[in-house]
């Protein structure tokens, strides 16, 4: 018997489809290199697959003692955002102070 297919699955699945292709289209644009369209094809691959079969995290998610996948899914999203969060602040403060440096050199080169 075929498991039963959740409106969500079908979203998932063409989102993910259509992440595939906007890597791929981004690959043809020289926007990215081929070893970084390997890495994100990989993982819309990957995301693809529990999208269409979420059953496969049944043993991870049975034991995190969780009631359902989707509470898996959440916890990975907010997880995500946090992590993506931070690395978002990190590079911000890291530009921020080689833009104050520049400022500063030319500052006083204009100084002199």
């Known amino acids: 018997m075929a498991p039963d297919i959740l409106g969500i699955q079908i979203v998932g699945t063409l989102f993910g489809v259509f992440m595939l292709y906007y890597t791929f289209l981004n690959l043809k644009r020289r926007e ?3 070893k970084e369209y390997g890495a994100w094809t990989f ?3 990957a995301f693809l697959l529990v999208a269409i079969f979420p059953q496969i995290l049944d043993p991870i998610v049975r034991s995190l ?5 989707m509470d898996f899914f959440i916890i990975l999203g907010f997880m995500f955002l946090f992590g993506t969060s931070f ?3 990190l590079l911000v403060r890291k ?3 080689r833009i104050e ?3 500063r050199k030319v500052a006083l080169e204009k100084g002199k």
Do not use: F, H, P
């Not at 003692?65 to 996948?69: D, F, I, V, Y």
């Open 101 to 103: 440096e520049i400022v």
């Open 32 to 34: 990215m290199t081929a």
């Open 43 to 45: 993982l819309w691959a």
């Open 65 to 69: 003692s969780l009631a359902r996948t």
């Open 95 to 97: 530009n921020q102070k």
């Open 87 to 89: 690395y978002t602040y």
